[in-house]
């Protein structure tokens, strides 16, 4: 037996569905709470792009870093260097493309490779084509975002760069601290302790240490964690205590699948044991993957586009307009009216036209003195009036004399 309550509601919603009307809980339904997924099926349409760039001397696995990263190979055609070559080699800029799709989504990945940096044995400047690249890219965005299509703009601009640390140091060497104080405000740094199995975990503590400390002192602007919002949860805020306090993360890179504990994983296998790239008791590789990839990738290109290319383009606009105020002024689209300056030739009539003034405030002041005299008493009219004519030079008057 069905309640009365329970038929009646049932009578009711039967009775809307025959008139039409929408239940009450829609009415109170705009519709815009759907906005995020319109913006996500058409990002998800469009696509994303991200520009990574590699740089560090040769020999610390950056390749195979970014073969790891992302589960591919982009070094397959890749030449290998003899040590004669490698010295006359000179700082190169290589970019490989290649499209990914996870899930429905595709990812336009671009690696920036630098080989021959920091190989030489003089390495003045030798970053001078790694800065050159990042402002053409710059530049190029400018052009094409001040042109008239702007429907199609291809976004080259570099978001990160990855810079290798030698784990055979004590530190930052004199090169590293010069690269990336050319590059910080340039470009979003994540520096990285390259090799990490090749140092035990106590020395990758001390050497990550020095590294932020002298960071610190030589005042580089690496990429900054953004904050947490106060609604995140609370898995999502240690995760972000963890990756803050693991920077310079120490990783290890591989493409080998081993064989360890009756799983296979990628890892490098030594006489004495198995380094897992995906352990994270072994490496900050885990991390460095999540934060490239899973959190703060927007972040990255956030950051590229509304700082350091505003700071580009704000120094471009700053350039051409004292350009076209010093320069260009006929050509200048506003105006530019000159200051009115005298020359010699108006100050000149100036003086002339002052010295006239006092003259004749002089005469018309004598010429009052002289009407309180007897001696005008009975003179004819005219002779009053050619007084100031007849009067002597200002300079030649004695005290009252007439």
Same mark, same amino acid.
């Given at each position: 037996?069905?309640?009365?309550? !329970? ?12 008139? +039409?009307?929408? %239940? ?34 040769? +020999? @610390? ?9 992302? @589960? ?9 260097? *003899?040590?004669?070559?490698?010295? $006359?080699? !000179?700082?190169? /800029? ?12 595709? @990812? ?6 630098? %080989? ?5 044995? $003089? *390495? ?27 429907? $199609? /703009?291809?976004? *080259? ?62 005042? /580089? ?45 990628? +890892?490098?296998?030594?006489? #004495? ?37 505003? *700071? ?11 350009? =076209? ?24 009539? /100036? ?14 002041? #004598?010429? =009052?003195? =002289? ?15 050619? =007084? %100031?004519?007849?009067?002597? %030079?200002?300079?030649? #008057?004695?005290? +009252?004399?007439?």
């Amino acid at each position: 037996m069905v309640p009365e309550k !329970t038929r009646a509601a049932q009578d009711e919603t039967s009775e809307e569905q025959r008139s +039409g009307k929408p %239940p009450d809980h829609e009415k109170q339904y705009v519709g815009f709470a759907t906005l995020p997924n319109q913006v996500h099926r058409k990002s998800v349409k469009k696509g994303f792009d991200f520009t990574l760039m590699v740089a560090g001397e040769s +020999g @610390l696995g950056k390749s195979t870093l970014v073969n790891s990263l992302f @589960l591919t190979d982009l070094y397959k055609d890749r030449k290998l260097l *003899n040590a004669e070559e490698r010295i $006359n080699q !000179t700082v190169e /800029i290589i970019k490989h493309t290649v499209d990914i799709e996870e899930k429905g989504v595709k @990812l336009k990945l671009t690696i920036v490779d630098t %080989p021959g940096f920091g190989d030489a044995v $003089n *390495n003045t400047e030798c970053w001078k084509p790694i800065t050159d690249y990042i402002d053409q890219q710059f530049e190029q965005y400018f052009r094409d975002e001040s042109g008239l299509n702007r429907k $199609n /703009i291809q976004d *080259n601009r570099v978001h990160c760069c990855l810079y290798f640390i030698s784990p055979f140091g004590h530190g930052l060497r004199p090169v590293d601290v010069e690269f990336m104080k050319a590059l910080h405000e340039k470009v979003n740094i994540v520096p990285l302790i390259a090799k990490a199995d090749c140092l035990i975990p106590s020395e990758i503590r001390k050497l990550k240490e020095r590294i932020r400390e002298e960071i610190d002192k030589f005042g /580089i602007k690496v990429y900054q964690f953004p904050e947490c919002d106060s609604d995140e949860d609370e898995e999502f805020k240690q995760q972000d205590r963890e990756l803050k306090e693991s920077a310079p993360f120490a990783v290890i890179g591989s493409n080998t699948v081993v064989e360890a504990k009756g799983q296979r994983v990628r +890892g490098r296998l030594y006489p #004495w044991g198995i380094v897992e790239v995906e352990n994270q008791a072994h490496c900050d590789f885990v991390k460095l993957r999540n934060m490239l990839i899973r959190t703060h990738m927007h972040d990255l290109k956030d950051v590229t586009c509304d700082v350091h290319y505003e *700071n580009y383009r704000a120094q471009c606009i700053q350039q051409m307009t004292s350009k =076209l105020t010093q320069d260009n002024r006929i050509e200048s689209p506003i105006p530019i009216l000159p200051l009115p300056t005298p020359d010699t030739e108006t100050e000149k009539l /100036i003086k002339m036209k002052d010295e006239e003034v006092s003259t004749i405030c002089a005469c018309a002041s #004598w010429m =009052l003195e =002289l009407e309180s005299r007897e001696s005008l008493q009975g003179c004819p009219i005219e002779v009053v009036l050619r =007084l %100031p004519l007849l009067c002597p %030079p200002v300079g030649s #008057w004695g005290g +009252g004399q007439g």
